[in-house]
Each structure stands twice: as structure tokens, then as C-alpha cells.
């Protein structure tokens, strides 16, 4: 039975996908065999094949496994907005249970399971109140929070960070990425703040990848380099410590 980890962010665009396709691809050269699924995926491309998952594509170029972008993804809506009314607008509403029943047979296969939010923790699912949050809490996968390095992050991660803690779910840490000149004093500082007042570790800083592309299928220098940026050691160390108490597992 596989360990998981909930990939969630401060807001929608932080860069979810590039890191949950940067840490699988990193996992698979490592020989740990990874897999990432997008259990709701709201602006979901209109395909021959129907509705396909922008962010399974991209987990699956960006590792270079082949697997249909379905087995990857399993609500795709088409409209680009909080999934509870995309859902709607599709006349679906989302439910927990198939989604625990994905995980569940990934975790049966592989050692390492990466799933994907949408948008931030306090997304709702549906009208019934359920959120990003309750889904992490059902899996009872820790989290980790992908945060933008620039100004205002301080606010948006410890706000993230503090309601996942006060819920009752675990972080395991946060990830800065898209930093666009390295890391100054204001992003240092960032970090070492969102430390202080949380007291949950930065497992890496991802710089800006040019040419990287999500929506348009283009990992360009992102499996060369992502290994570099990110504390693989601490990661590794999250799975190993789930996989000998039940944190990351489901009951
Ligand atoms: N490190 C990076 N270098 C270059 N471009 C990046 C980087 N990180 C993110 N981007 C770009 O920013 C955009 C948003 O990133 P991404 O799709 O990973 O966000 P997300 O948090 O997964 O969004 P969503 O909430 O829609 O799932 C993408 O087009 C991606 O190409
Ligand atoms: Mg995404």
C-alpha cells in the first residue's frame, strides 16, 4: 500500500500542476514509483475524446509516462470556474466516494500517490458545504501548499496553513515557486516568516522555467532540473514516516 500526499496552493495558478509533475517526475528518476491524479478539474478541454484534464496531460508529458489522461483525472468540467458551479453547469455534482475509490486502487499500485486540488483548501466541491479540505481530511494525506515567493505570500500561506491546521490535517510544508530572479532578502524573508508563524519547513524554491507551458502541453526544462529545487531528502522522509504510522494511508 502507497503513501499520499495532497498538493494544494494558495490560490488557483500558484503552480500546483508544475510541482505535482515536477515531484513525480523527480520520484520516478529517483526509481520511486509515483503517479498524480486531478481528482476535479475545472476548464477542462473539449477533445474528440470529450472533456480531457489540462493537468493529467501535463503530468503525463512532463514525466513522459504513457497513460491515458483519463486514468489521470476523473471530474472534468468544462467551465473554468470553482467546481461547485462548473459541476452544476455540467448538471453533476461532485461527490467524495468515487474519488476515495480512485485513490484507494492508485494506492493499491503504486508507492507514492501525488493528488492535485483545485484552486486553494477552502474550494467547495458542492453546495453541501464539502471543501478542498474535507477531501485531503478524508484521504488523511498531508499536505503540501504550493505559494507564490512575491509580495502578499506571508497572508495567503499562513492563512492557508493555519485553517488547514485548525481543521485538523496535517502540512508537511510549502513550496515556493515561479520565483523570477532568485531569491532576494523579500523572499528569504518570505520563507523564513511563513517558518516562524506556522511552524511547518520550505521543501524548495522553483525558479521561473521558461518556455514551461501547462495548458499548452510543455514541460520544457522541468524534468531536467526540478530534482534540484526541491528537498527531495525531506520528501522521501514524508513518505517513510507515512508509510510506518497511518498518516498518509486510508483507514
Ligand atoms: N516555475 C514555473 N516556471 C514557468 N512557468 C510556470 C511555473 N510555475 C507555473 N508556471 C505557469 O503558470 C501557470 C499556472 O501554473 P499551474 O497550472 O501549475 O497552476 P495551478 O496552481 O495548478 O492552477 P489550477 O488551480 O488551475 O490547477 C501555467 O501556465 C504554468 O505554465
Ligand atoms: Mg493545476
Not at 21 to 35: E, F, P, Q, S, V
Not at 43 to 72: I, M, W
Not at 87 to 93: R, V
Not at 137 to 160: C, K, M, Q, W, Y
Request: aromatic share 6%.
Amino acid at each position: 500500500m502507497g503513501s499520499g500526499i495532497f498538493i494544494t496552493g494558495t490560490d488557483t495558478g500558484v503552480g500546483k500542476t508544475v510541482i505535482t509533475a515536477g515531484l513525480m517526475t523527480a520520484l520516478l528518476k529517483a526509481g520511486i514509483d509515483a503517479a498524480a491524479f486531478k481528482p476535479v478539474q475545472s476548464g477542462a478541454k473539449r477533445t474528440g475524446k470529450g472533456l480531457v484534464s489540462p493537468d493529467a496531460a501535463f503530468y503525463l508529458r512532463a514525466a513522459g509516462v504513457s497513460a491515458r489522461e483519463s486514468d489521470y483525472s476523473l471530474y472534468c468540467l468544462e467551465q473554468p470556474l470553482s467546481p461547485h458551479i462548473a459541476a452544476e453547469l455540467d448538471g453533476i455534482t461532485i461527490v467524495k466516494e468515487p474519488i476515495i475509490k480512485r485513490c484507494r486502487e492508485y494506492l493499491d499500485r503504486h508507492r507514492v500517490l501525488l493528488v492535485e486540488g483545485a484552486g486553494g483548501i477552502c474550494v467547495p466541491l458542492n453546495r453541501s458545504g464539502f471543501l478542498m479540505a474535507d477531501l485531503a481530511r478524508e484521504l488523511d494525506f498531508p499536505l503540501l501548499v504550493v505559494a507564490r515567493p512575491s509580495l502578499g505570500t506571508i497572508n495567503h500561506t499562513v492563512l492557508s496553513i493555519k485553517y488547514a491546521q485548525m481543521t485538523g490535517l496535517r502540512v508537511a510544508g510549502f513550496i515556493f515557486n515561479n520565483l523570477r530572479q532568485g531569491a532576494g532578502l523579500m523572499e528569504k524573508d518570505n520563507a523564513e516568516m511563513i517558518e516562524l508563524l506556522t511552524g511547518v519547513p520550505l521543501l524548495g524554491m522553483v525558479p521561473h522555467l521558461p518556455g514551461l507551458d501547462v495548458d499548452g502541453g510543455i514541460a520544457g526544462p522541468l524534468a531536467d532540473t526540478v530534482g534540484q529545487y526541491l528537498q527531495l531528502t525531506e520528501i522521501g522522509g514524508l513518505f517513510d514516516e507515512c508509510a510506518g504510522s497511518t498518516a498518509g494511508r486510508m483507514g
